[in-house]
């Protein structure tokens, strides 16, 4: 996502393309070139969650454009995705540095400040938290149209308490002016503080809602399948699989919710097999996607249920081997080697 200040300046670059291909020497325009593809292929490893190179190659892109504050965003996010919150922040504090009026900049600065406050001590916990929040309002008093910061900034007020600036109270006119701008991002934002406040009756009839009003945010649907697995709503994760094909054919977050829910209802095992596999080899390990983990702990279900046990035990220590800490597939082999 891109802010107005970003489009202006890939407009002013496409306008003055010419010009500058014909006044530049060759040395530098090849120089130029370089650049822009060790961007590209940093680009490329970030998709395809190889963070390790992806980071060194935005490091040399970085050396050699010190002022190019989306090569610090790309890097901000590559050090959150591995969470190196320290790296994280530095690499999100020289973007918003170089481009202090852009809205998405803030907002991921927000994100790398949130990220390390859930890992610090209460004291520091705190102080990153009023931080978070900061950064989240100024990212919608820049771009108000920014719908994910100002999301961001409404589970924070609904979440948060008082003492480090949240508060339903300031929830409520961000979700009454969402819902004018977009109405699913309002049935989702409202839904999403019933949520956090463990009203979950209400979230259900507000994320309803927000599916049923044709969402455009790919990752919005996709948040509200997280609360349907964890609601075990095999329904609602059908109409999910639905909208968010519907918005983006080739994430393949689609092919696991839709996993998912057949496994839920015990129907159609082969189908639910192969989407699940399928979104094992396609899915990136994001920190927006399912993680690698959970694919493989709905495959040992699956074969939990046609009693093929072996097969059980392998899916789980595959999650297991995905994740060392997940508790979830550790009680499951438990369960089956007894």
Known sequence: ????????????????????????????????????????????????????????????????????????????????????HDAAIASAEKAVALEPQNSVFHEWLGRTYGEKAEHAGMFSGMSLAKKTRKEFETAVRLDEHNFSARQALIEFDCSAPGIVGGGEDKARPNIAKLAEMDVAEGHYAAGNCRRQKKDFAEADAEFTKAIDSRPKSINLIYDIGDYAVKHNEPERLMAVADEGERVAPSD?????????????????????????????????????????????????????????????????????????????AREALKRLRK
Request: no cysteine.
């Open 1 to 84: 996502m891109r802010t107005s200040t970003a489009r202006r300046a890939l407009l002013v670059a496409a306008m003055s393309a010419s010009a500058l291909a014909a006044a530049v020497p060759t040395t530098v325009q090849g120089s130029s070139v370089k650049q822009d593809e060790g961007l590209e292929a940093a680009r490329q490893a970030y998709e395809t969650s190889d963070y390790g190179k992806a980071a060194q190659l935005l490091l040399d892109a970085a050396a050699k454009n010190p002022q190019n504050g989306e090569i610090q965003l790309l890097l901000a996010k590559t050090y959150y995705e591995t969470q190196q």
């Open 252 to 328: 393949s977050r689609g092919k696991y919710y839709r996993g998912v829910a057949l496994v839920m209802k015990r129907e159609r095992a082969g189908e639910a097999e192969r989407l699940l596999r399928e979104y094992l080899q396609r899915a990136p390990i994001r920190n927006t996607f399912p993680h690698p983990r959970d694919a493989h702990e709905w495959l040992g279900r699956l074969y939990e249920d046609q009693g093929r046990t072996q097969s059980a035990i392998d899916e789980y220590e595959a999650a297991l081997r995905a994740d060392p800490k997940s508790k979830s």
